[in-house]
T-cell receptor
Framework: AQTVTQSQPEMSVQEAETVTLSCTYD???????LFWYKQPPSRQMILVIR??????QNATENRFSVNFQKAAKSFSLKISDSQLGDAAMYFC????????????FGTGTSLTVIP | DGGITQSPKYLFRKEGQNVTLSCEQN?????MYWYRQDPGQGLRLIYY???????QKGDIAEGYSVSREKKESFPLTVTSAQKNPTAFYLC?????????????FGDGTRLSIL
């Protein structure tokens, strides 16, 4: 089974600064998809960004970008110009591309934004 | 607007009682999922369904049951066999076709023991 590891249970960042959240995964497949989800205190899961493994270009969504290192099986999330509303749990997730629909989630990183 | 509706938002269970959590989606998604979330443990998969009348056990299916009689609906029953049901439950759905479609989530149901 695929495993997704988030080694930072908690992170903090000063408002307006940049922070990077780490994620590594284990897979023997070459084609797959990776996601970052945000869960604010309201507990709603919100999709932040999506990366296709066959694309070398790193995905970007406004202040959010990823550093996708396929050989290293690493998928980190960079948040630039951090805002108070970025405070949340962040989950990394993996989805296989060929068979089945199962998603695999990491244990999450709790991000605190310091005013 | 399309989305996933979970109800109720809060649910209380008495000893020995079965309770059912509702999940409805109008996104025309094929696949639906149930996750359990405990503090500090992330999301753990209970059951998932790729098509109507078919579903598979996830990592922690014991003490839970599901049905998928309609594409739009995937209710989860927490049975009396689940001895520690207090948790936050999330329902999700995704498209089966198309490459790497993300999951969409409901707002969750918090289940507590009375």
């Amino acid at each position: 089974a695929q495993t997704v590891t988030q080694s930072q249970p908690e992170m903090s960042v000063q408002e307006a600064e940049t922070v990077t959240l780490s994620c590594t995964y284990d897979t023997s497949e070459s084609d797959y998809y990776l996601f970052w989800y945000k869960q604010p205190p309201s507990r709603q899961m919100i999709l932040v960004i999506r990366q296709e493994a066959y694309k070398q270009q790193n995905a970007t969504e406004n202040r959010f970008s990823v550093n996708f290192q396929k050989a290293a099986k690493s998928f980190s999330l960079k948040i630039s110009d951090s805002q108070l509303g970025d405070a949340a749990m962040y989950f990394c997730a993996y989805r296989r591309s060929n068979t089945g629909n199962q998603f695999y989630f990491g244990t999450g990183t709790s991000l605190t934004v310091i005013p | 607007d399309g989305g996933i509706t979970q109800s109720p938002k809060y649910l209380f269970r008495k000893e020995g009682q079965n309770v059912t959590l509702s999940c409805e989606q109008n996104l025309n998604h094929d696949a639906m999922y149930w996750y359990r979330q405990d503090p500090g443990q992330g999301l753990r998969l209970i059951y998932y369904s790729q098509i109507v009348n078919d579903f598979q056990k996830g990592d922690i299916a014991e003490g839970y049951s599901v049905s998928r009689e309609k594409k739009e609906s995937f209710p989860l029953t927490v049975t009396s066999a689940q001895k520690n049901p207090t948790a936050f439950y999330l329902c999700a759905s995704s498209r089966d076709r198309g490459r790497g479609q993300p999951q969409h989530f409901g707002d969750g149901t918090r289940l507590s023991i009375l």
